[in-house]
């Protein structure tokens, strides 16, 4: 007997290759199986390594998009071209927000202090 509520016929290689095909993007891959996506972490949860899979393969699929927008911005600047629409705004985008890894960072941003452990203020009320 099964966990109520998931398909008992769906294979640990069948879990693989949805998950692959999607890029590791969960919902899809529900799709792409015929199951919601409660009953993909279910199946997930019976295998341990697909996390790892998983984990993977959305590590690929970032590093691809920031290849792409690194291209795009390349692209732009060999041909001196500002505007290049959308695209060159939505490699802005990525660049700023997943790049940090490669070293770009959004104009204003603020760098991260160390952690620092709270400040802690005792008042005395017992005269008051």
């Known amino acids: 007997m099964?966990?109520?509520g998931v398909p008992l016929n769906i294979t640990k290689k069948d879990l693989e290759s949805a998950l692959r095909k999607t890029r590791g993007i969960l919902s899809q891959a529900s799709k792409s199986?015929?199951?919601?996506?409660?009953a993909l972490y279910r199946h997930i949860d019976k295998f341990p390594e697909l996390r790892e899979l998983i984990d993977e393969l959305r590590e690929d699929f970032e590093c691809e998009i920031l290849d792409d927008s690194e291209g795009?911005?390349?692209h732009a600047l060999s041909v001196k071209e500002t505007d290049l629409?959308?695209?060159l705004k939505a490699a802005f985008y990525i660049l700023n927000n997943?790049?940090?890894?490669?070293?770009?960072?959004?104009?204003?941003?603020q760098p991260v202090p160390p952690h620092q452990p709270p400040t802690i203020q005792i008042i005395d009320y017992s005269n008051a």
């Open 98 to 109: 997943k790049g940090r890894s490669r070293g770009y960072t959004p104009p204003n941003a």
């Open 2 to 4: 099964g966990t109520p």
């Open 72 to 74: 795009v911005l390349k």
């Open 33 to 38: 199986l015929g199951i919601g996506r409660t």
């Open 85 to 87: 629409g959308n695209s």
